[in-house]
């Protein structure tokens, strides 16, 4: 039960953060809209560690990992994903995001040598046509000029980058790393990073936004990276990467039902397919051959015991 409701918030939190995003773009750069959230993230995950009395202490090493961490899940990877933004609709970069869950599973096998079950190959040719099909206008007209491919390579590229500190996350949780205490280091250091990059590009440090922006801020520090974060990292501690990767499944359908509701996404034929086939793809990944294969023998027992003798 406390697994299912991990997911639950983390989809839930994560499939409605893309439409936050679109908040965030255009009044204030993108580095500094993120410095704002990973410090506001950051003040909320170390008073909450200061009131549970969290233990803190740790070795240089695993402060060089928190860097990582911080570098590759509260940083470099949003930074591209929120440029990627500005090209796709939230439901398109969402759908693209979930290339995660095989990005996952390939550096899982990298990075600590879990081998990789036969059937990932098929569903991951599936989930590959699937994004094929949702960008086939683009592809037809080949040209890197092309805004949906600019930011088809943006979201794959932030997306990578957040496979790594996924296995990051792993690392930290074999070390016995508490989540609490490596997103609280990871938060800070993003956030201290995050302000180098502001300094470094001579972005302002600018207040002057709608209220739409603050509250989508809110959401963004509060909900989509101290609570989400917190739920997947959790998730990821106790069930290992592949079951936590369902959520990837799943919060595109929220994403998706969003944007077509508030941001007019116009479903075309390609959509249909490509959507259905990365979620196929997905699925296919990530169900052990046994379960399909026990679902279909349950599946005949009860066709064979419905028909009258």
């Known amino acids: 039960m406390k697994s299912i409701a991990l997911y639950i918030i983390t989809v839930l939190i994560w499939g409605s953060t893309w439409l936050a995003i ?3 773009l255009g009044d204030i750069a993108v580095e500094v809209s993120l410095f704002y959230r990973f410090s506001l993230a950051a003040i909320l995950m170390w008073v909450w560690v200061s ?43 969402s759908i693209a995001f979930s290339m995660l869950l095989l990005m996952n599973i ?20 599936i989930g590959v046509v699937g994004i094929v099909s949702l960008f086939w206008p683009q592809l037809q007209q080949f040209d ?21 500190g996924n296995m990051v996350s ?19 250091y993003s956030a201290i990073g995050l302000l180098c990059y502001v300094f470094i590009t001579d972005a302002s440090l600018s207040f002057s936004a709608p209220a739409s922006y603050w509250y989508s ?30 959520v990837i499944v799943l919060f595109p359908l929220v994403a998706v039902i969003l944007s077509t509701l508030f941001e007019g996404f116009i479903w075309q034929a390609n959509t249909f397919i490509g959507f259905s086939l990365v979620l196929v793809g997905n ?25 009258p003798s």
């Open 170 to 188: 792993v690392r930290n949780s074999q070390q016995q790393i508490g989540v609490m205490q490596g997103n609280a280091w990871g938060m800070l």
């Open 22 to 24: 679109e908040f965030q």
């Open 217 to 246: 801020l809110v959401y963004l520090a509060v909900l989509g990276t101290v609570i989400a974060f917190a739920c997947y990292f959790a998730l990821l501690k106790n069930i290992g990467p592949e079951r936590a990767s369902y």
């Open 51 to 93: 009131v549970k009395k969290l233990p803190m202490n740790y070795s240089r090493r695993d402060h060089g990992f928190f860097i990582l961490l911080a570098l590759c899940n509260f940083g470099l990877n949003y930074l591209v994903l929120y440029w990627a933004q500005n090209y796709l609709t939230s439901a398109m970069a």
């Open 144 to 164: 890197l000029s092309n805004g949906a491919l600019v930011g088809l390579l943006l979201a794959l590229a932030g997306t990578f980058v957040a496979s790594l």
């Open 283 to 307: 699925a296919i990944v990530l169900t052990p051959t046994q379960r399909i294969k026990a679902f279909f023998a349950t599946r005949s027992l009860l066709q064979k015991s419905s028909i």
């Open 106 to 125: 390939v550096n899982t096998r990298l990075f600590f040598g879990k081998p990789i079950a036969k059937r990932i190959y098929s569903g991951a040719l």
